[in-house]
Structure formats: C-alpha cells, structure tokens
C-alpha cells in the first residue's frame, strides 16, 4: 500500500479553511494576526485560529500557521507571546523562515516546526543542518530538481513538502526585494506588490531598445505538477502543498478536488491508474492562467515565461454553489455566483461525486415561477437535477 | 576630550579583474569564485586568489571570497573542496547565503571565518547573534534597513558588520534565464553583458549568465556621510560596491573615502546625480494588524 501524501491546502480565512477541508485537504495553512508573509491577505484572529483549529481537529485535520516574517529588530520581543498564544489556540505547526523564530518556539512551545521555502533550500547539507536544529519538515525550495528531492529523502529523517499548484515567484525565494525598492513595501515581511508581473522597456547597453510583441516582464506561468503526481508520491514526499492563501472558495475547491481525486485514485490501486487530461482544463480554467511543472524537470526555459500582456479576464466560470437538494423532487436549491441561463451546459463537483454533466433544462426562482437567465449576484434559484448533489458542491460552466 | 574615532575598514567589491590600483585605498576586497558566487561581474578562480592574496598580504591588506550562491546538491562536493583550498590559503574569510555553507564547515572541520551574507534577510541582531552561536564570525548587513536598525543591531550583537555603503544594491536573483528566454521567445536580437530595464524613468541594470538572472537598484546607494557616522558608532566594515561604475569614477570614490576628504555631493557629482540614500532613512511597510 502506498502511503498517501498529505495534501496541504491554503485557506485565508476562516470560511475558506472550512471549505478547503469539506474538498479534502489533510491539513491547512493559515495566516495568524502577524508575523506571516501575507500581510495584506484578510488573515485571521487568535478566535478564528481557535474555532479552524477545532474544526480541522474535530475531523482528523491539521493547522499549519506561517510565521515566516524575516524580522527586524523591533519584532524580536514579540515573537515569544506570540508562539504561545498560537500553541494556546490548537495550533499543531508553523511555518518557519527566519532562525531565531525556531529557537524562540523550540524554548517556549511544543509547536511542530517547519521551514519555510523562504529559505531556499536546495541541498542535502542545508537540509542536514535545519535537521539537526529540530526541524521536522522542510518546504524545500522550488527550484529543487527531482533527483535532489530523492536524495533529501534518503538521506535525511525530515519530511520533504513539495509545492504542487499556483503561482510561481520569478525569482528565488527570499531573494526579492523589487518590491521594497519600488513600492517602498518589504517582500520579506508580507508587503509583496509582485513587480514580478509588471511590464518593463528593456534595452541592451548600447541602448538598443527591445521591442517584442510584448513588453519584458519577469512574468510567470503557474506551477502544476498534476502529470507528475505518481512521481512525487513514489518518491516519497510527505506533503503536497497548494499555493494561494488570497484565492477564492471556488479556485481552492476547484484545485483540491482535482489533486484530492488524483491522490486517491493513484494511491488506492496505483496499476491502474490512467492519467485523466480533462483535469488539466478544469485547473486551467479556474485560474484562468497556463501552468507547467518549472523546475521539477530540470531546466526552466522560455515556455515558462508568461508573455501574454496580462490580457487575462476575470473568470466567470464558477456559476452557484448548491445549498440544499430534495431527494423526492429531485429539485436543488442554488445560489447564484455568476450569470447562466436554459441551455447552458454544466458541471456539478464536490468531495462526494464523479463530476456530474447538466445541461440547465428549467429555472425556478424564489416564487416558484419559471426563469431563463439568473443574473442577479446571489439570486437563490431552483433546478431539477436528476442525479444526487449535496450541499456545498459547486456548479461551473461546462468548457470545451 | 576628543573623540577617538573607530576605524571603519573600507571594502571594495571590484568589478573589472585588474584591482592593483584599488588596493592602496582599501582595507579589504570582496572577490566572487567562478560558478559559485552572484552579483559580481567578474569572478575569480584559485589561482587569481593566490596572486592577489600575496599582493594584499604584503600590504596587510584583507581578502574575502564570496561562495553566497544557493547551492544545488551536485555543487556540494566543489564547494566543499574550494572552501578547504581558501582555508589552506588562510583568506580572511567566505561570505555565505546558502546554510549549507556553515554545515560543511562544521562536519568537515574546515577552519575558515565565515561571514552569514543572506543579503535580504540580514535583518535583526538576535538572528546574527544565532548565526554566530552556528559557526559565523562575522556578518553582511541588509540594504534594506534603516541606519538606526544597523546601528541597533551593532549595540546588540559582538559580530563585526560590514555595512553595505556605495554602490547598486541587488534586488533579484532566479535562477531562470529572463533576458535569454525573452529574446528567444520573441525572436529578438542584440544580445550584452548587461542590460537595463526601465519603468517610469528609472533604469535598473539587469544581467542574465550562467547563473540565472539578476536586478540591480537604479540609483546608486551614496552613503558618505553615513560612513563618518558609522566610524563614531564602531561598524567595522563599510561595503563599496563598483558594479556598472567606470573604473576611473569608482578609484575617485574610494579615495575619497580613504582619506575622508569627500562628501555626499561630491561623491553624488562624481555620478552624475545618480545617487540616493537607499533604505538609510526610509523604513519599509507592511501591514500587520495589531493583534489584542
């Protein structure tokens, strides 16, 4: 029997930290009320760590916590309190980037370390090195290569936890500080403004200005290491982790259900496993961006890059969330999230289903009176679905 | 009672291989090692070092070799033998980003001073003073910090400092190749060494090698006058940095400061007003929420 990965989901917020493990997270990761690299992310209290920390437990979950400030001077004295207050709400693990935050933790609490991949750990030795400080798991850098990955495994006791989706930094982690030069806002300690997907006039030092059919930009593609799953699960990496603490219900629902099934379906019975490309363009279309594995291969070339001139429109795919379902009328009650009409076709996905295909025949609305559009943000609505959905499973807007 | 004034040692970090005429006006020079080293633009291999350490030794002159790379696991085994040859050589010390500097040093008993040099993240003195207690003699300030957060972390912490004072400040590193794989994408031409981005009139210089690809602050950070503070206050070292300066201008710098006959607007004429005080005055932002 294969042992599963843990698959380790964002959640920026109480709600999401719910909904992200109704999808299958094992475990989620959460911003507290400081000293994390999300500061402009809504972030939670000490209560609502309390109250996600006795929902996640109460099923069997995990709750990291990033504590991945690289700190000044003036945020020493306040770290000690803050560990404590973190271990006092149910807090099973942070997530670690500068040392004196480990030190602080390891004297004071009895929190799970882990390491941030602000660290940039590449290597065996480095590894070796936070292993022997207590760290438990490392977040290895994202510029790891397989082999590397493999060697770490073998050779050290530390759990490994790997990105597997979203977005990419153009640049080694914790080697960015574009941000504090040209916004005056610091990269290291959560005021990020990605310059990474600003435009640029690039010029040669003669002065020769570049002009492609799109401006320079460090712009990357998002990371998705779907086909690669079997893979890292072989070689043994604990954690699988998904990247995105600002992304909304239906990106986190979306993602986790694909990676969920994926886990599941590789690890219960690995010979006969098929790779199914239809997920692909479920992941495409939520995030609305292309994604390529990066480094996990090897060499990162130009069909990394993300030369689009950020033409991107919002996405409007996510179509209403399933709120209740009548087993004798077949009927489902919705609430609408975006425009749809008679006659589109639909998906319908959640933690219990295969993903059901609908095409929307009849609308009923709050009167029981028969509609064609639902426009209106929030609108409940009903439909006569022939199949079984439960609350909490969500409908798209079916793509080619 | 007069004053006795701490002597600051002034560092350069050469950007063109031929430093004899920078030597005389320094107290210390930081090389890169070829393939193990960013941010410079000429790196150096042992035989370069084991010349210009003789020179520097007769003048009792300091030399520092910077490994501050992240390494991948196959670069290990390399590392490990140049830091042991740096060490027979018995330079002054190895400036360091990737931790697994300071775990070789340790598990190979390698006896060599090394400087913790994690650039962005050189913050605080409690996590200087951790890097001392693991094995590091001395450490490399962030740009990014206020001159009152260096001069706090110099009352707190026993390491010598070596504060970073003239020069463009790095800004990125990745290991993609951002300027190759954009020209290749667009099938553009006119490839150098260096190259500058701009946004709303700033100019940033931007190389892509074989390491991968690195940004640079567009002024150059002129910290003169805070030099002549930083002596009062006890910094040990002050760090001059001559990428994207001429030779000529950068000399004119350095002696100025060696003999501490200059100042903020002659080094700021000297470059053509290109200048700024970098972080020295201007604290970064974040928003953290005050928490009850």
Redesign the interface.
């Known amino acids: 029997m294969i042992k599963k990965p843990e698959l380790l989901a964002p959640a920026g917020d109480l709600e999401r930290l719910k909904w992200a493990i109704e999808y299958g997270a094992d475990a989620v990761y959460i911003g507290g009320p400081a000293l994390g690299l999300r500061a402009n992310a809504k972030n939670f209290t000490f209560e609502e760590i309390k109250e996600g920390c006795h929902y996640a437990h109460e099923r069997g979950k995990r709750v990291h916590v990033t504590v991945n400030i690289v700190l000044h001077n003036k945020e020493i004295s306040l770290v000690k309190d803050y560990l404590i207050r973190l271990e006092q709400c149910g807090v099973d693990t942070i997530i670690v980037s500068d040392p004196t935050i480990i030190e602080i933790a390891k004297a004071n609490t009895n929190l799970e370390i882990h390491l941030s991949t602000q660290q940039s750990t590449l290597n065996i030795e480095a590894c070796r090195f936070w292993e022997q400080q207590g760290v438990k798991r490392i977040v290895l850098g994202r510029e790891t290569r397989k082999e590397e990955i493999k060697e770490i495994i073998e050779k050290t006791n530390l759990e490994i936890e790997c990105f597997i989706h979203g977005a990419m930094c153009a640049s080694m982690s914790g080697r960015c500080v574009l941000s504090n030069f040209l916004t005056a806002r610091d990269a290291n300690r959560g005021g990020c403004s990605q310059i990474c997907r600003w435009d640029f006039d690039l010029y040669n030092d003669q002065l020769k200005h570049f002009v492609g059919e799109q401006p320079f930009t460090f712009c990357s593609k998002d990371l998705s290491m779907l086909k690669y799953l079997p893979d890292m699960i072989d070689m043994g990496i604990t954690s699988f982790k998904i990247e995105g603490r600002m992304r909304s219900i239906y990106y986190i629902a979306t993602v986790l259900n694909v990676y969920r099934k994926v886990i599941d379906d590789y690890c219960n019975n690995p010979e006969s496993y098929q790779y199914n490309i239809a997920y692909e363009r479920i992941l495409r279309n939520c995030a609305n961006r292309d994604s390529v594995p990066q480094f996990f291969g090897g060499e990162n070339d130009s069909t990394c890059g993300y030369y689009n001139g950020r033409v991107e429109v919002s996405n409007q795919d996510f179509l209403g969330v399933i709120l209740d379902y009548n087993e004798k009328t077949k009927y489902a009650t919705i609430e609408q999230r975006n425009y749809f009409k008679v006659g589109d076709t639909v998906e319908i996905f959640g933690p219990q289903l295969h993903t059901i295909t609908y095409e929307v025949k009849e609308i009923l609305d709050e009167k029981k009176e028969f509609i064609s559009v639902v426009r209106h943000p929030r609108q409940i609505v009903q439909m006569k679905i022939e199949e079984r959905v439960y609350p909490n499973n969500l409908i798209r807007i079916k793509k080619d | 009672m007069k004053t006795v004034k701490y002597m600051t040692k002034i560092m350069a970090m050469p950007a063109y291989p031929n430093i004899d005429d920078l030597i005389d006006q320094t107290d210390a020079i930081l090389l890169g090692y070829k393939g193990m080293s960013i941010n410079f633009l000429f790196t150096v291999d042992l035989e370069y070092i084991e010349h210009i350490l003789s020179i520097l030794k007769g003048k009792k002159k300091q030399l520092f070799v910077a490994l501050n790379k992240?390494?991948?696991?196959?670069?290990?085994e390399s590392v490990k033998e140049v830091m042991q040859k740096l060490a027979d050589l018995q330079i002054d010390g190895i400036l360091y980003y990737?931790?697994?500097v300071?775990?070789?040093k340790k598990?190979y008993q390698i006896d060599i001073p090394l400087i913790w040099g994690?650039?962005?993240?050189t913050?605080?003195?409690?996590?200087m003073n951790?890097?001392n207690r693991h094995g590091a003699d001395m450490a490399y300030v962030s740009g990014?910090?206020t001159k009152q957060?260096i001069l706090?972390?110099k009352k707190?912490t026993n390491m010598p400092l070596i504060v970073p004072i003239l020069g463009h400040?790095p800004?990125?590193?990745?290991?993609?190749?951002?300027?190759?794989?954009?020209?290749?994408?667009?099938q553009?031409n006119?490839?150098?060494?260096?190259?500058?981005?701009?946004?709303e009139e700033?100019?940033?210089p931007?190389v892509d090698n074989e390491e991968g690809?690195f940004?640079y602050?567009?002024h150059i950070l002129n910290g003169y006058q805070e030099y002549l503070e930083f002596q009062e206050k006890g910094i040990d070292y002050v760090l001059c940095n001559e990428n994207f300066i001429d030779r000529d201008i950068f000399l004119k710098i350095i002696t100025l400061f060696h003999n501490q006959n200059g100042s903020d607007e002659a080094i700021d004429t000297l470059l053509d007003g290109n200048t700024d005080k970098g972080?020295f005055y201007?604290e970064?932002?974040?928003?953290?929420?005050h928490?009850?």
């Open positions: 992240n390494f991948h696991s196959n670069e290990l990737d931790v697994a300071i775990q070789m598990e994690a650039e962005h993240l913050t605080n003195y409690a996590t951790y890097w990014e910090i957060e706090e972390i707190h400040l800004m990125f590193v990745s290991e993609r190749h951002e300027i190759k794989n954009y020209l290749n994408h667009f553009l006119g490839q150098s060494s260096v190259y500058y981005m701009e946004k700033n100019r940033y931007i690809t940004v602050a567009s972080f201007k970064t932002v974040y928003q953290v929420k928490y009850d």
